[in-house]
């Protein structure tokens, strides 16, 4: 969509090599193959690049219980984490959608900020196209990890001033 090509390549890390970016695309497709969606029959795969160079990938996992389903980037990224990678370099989100991009929805955006606002989301089409942005681009004004880490300094320049007048 033209909010999509508008917010496109802003804030990204310096690109991926071609090689790598279609890596990375090839990886999220073939993880959508792997997608647990008996319910809304809408796949997503997702592939994320470390900073050291490896992969991890993650299909959408639906519940009955529709609260309990978990996406595709969320399995990605704590696969990674649970594997001790904390910084990322680009994540790859696929779907079947042919006429758009696929887009991750914003607990997924919340997500992504949680481990940096500057690295870069590829959102895919079917046919490998995509769009690049920044994790930044796609949740504006977040709420971020140093949000927490401001208000606990204010929490404690405040009992400072409380504890010694």
């Given at each position: ?6 917010l496109q390549n802003q804030n990204m890390q310096p690109g991926l090599e ?9 990886r999220s497709q073939k993880a959508k193959d792997f997608a647990y969606c ?114 606990k300094k204010e929490e404690e320049k405040a009992q400072s001033v409380d504890?010694?007048?």
């Open positions: 969509s033209g909010d999509v090509a508008a071609d090689r790598v970016v279609k890596a990375l695309i090839q008996p319910y809304s029959k809408f796949r997503v795969g997702a592939a994320v690049l470390t900073v050291d160079g490896s992969f991890f990938t993650g299909c959408n996992v639906e519940n009955a219980a529709s609260n309990l389903g978990i996406c595709a980037e969320r399995v990605a990224l704590s696969k990674a984490v649970s594997e001790g990678h904390q910084r990322f370099k680009a994540i790859a989100i696929a779907s079947d959608l042919k006429d758009d991009f696929i887009s991750p929805c914003g607990g997924c955006r919340q997500f992504l900020i949680e481990f940096g606002s500057q690295w870069n989301v590829y959102l895919t089409k079917p046919d490998g196209s995509h769009r690049c942005m920044a994790v930044e681009a796609l949740l504006p004004a977040a709420f971020t990890p140093e949000d927490i880490q401001k208000e504890n010694y007048g």
